[in-house]
């Protein structure tokens, strides 16, 4: 037991000498599976903005706590209509990175989401609506990333793919492997970040 309390106190020791922060940002290519009324749903534009904090455990594997500003969503065309829904979630990804080869790096990890706000646009050719409806969402959303990048220098080069979990709505449930095909965020980020 004092073997394992001391490997233990050893790794915080090393994460605490070993720790670098930075800035990370980019842009998100986004949307929400489909639901029986979202038929033709098309990938939004968004970006991403936030800090972040890299903790080397040893030579090949760290730990990369973040905290995002991320703008998600999704268009879709609907009668006649265009609609775009904005989502934009304050997001705490949690990721840990293996570095095979120096420099190279692949990423996985789980994020937590809370909703800070959303926009609903609906275009036709004779109108435009915009709403803001955040009771109609979850604040809450958890997803996972999947990812890649290249170090050089202070900075790095990325792409990661975001899998939705839980339903972005209020109404009905949600199953894990989504049988009731819910609305779930999935995402394409692409950036780059800057330790200091």
Do not use: C
């Amino acid at each position: 037991m004092k073997k394992i309390f001391g490997l233990f106190g050893l790794t915080m020791m090393s994460l605490a000498y070993s720790q670098s922060f930075g800035v990370k940002g980019g842009l998100n290519v986004s949307t929400i599976s489909k639901d029986n009324g979202w038929n033709d749903t098309n990938a939004k534009i968004g970006y991403f903005a936030g800090v972040y904090m890299h903790a080397s455990v040893n030579n090949i594997l760290s730990i990369q706590p973040e905290l995002i500003y991320n703008n998600m969503g999704v268009k879709y065309e609907n009668a006649n209509t265009i609609h775009t829904l904005n989502l934009n979630y304050l997001a705490m990804p949690v990721m840990f990175q293996f570095e095979p080869i120096p420099r190279l790096y692949f990423e996985a990890g789980p994020q937590f989401s809370y909703l800070v706000g959303n926009k609903n646009k609906y275009e036709s050719s004779n109108k435009t609506i915009i709403e803001k409806d955040k009771d109609a969402y979850n604040q809450l959303d958890l997803s996972a990333g999947l990812g890649l990048g290249f170090r050089f220098n202070n900075m790095s080069v990325g792409a990661r793919y975001l899998f939705g979990f839980t339903d972005i709505k209020k109404s009905g449930s949600t199953s894990w492997n989504n049988d009731d095909k819910q609305l779930r965020n999935n995402g394409l980020q692409i950036g780059f970040q800057y330790g200091f």
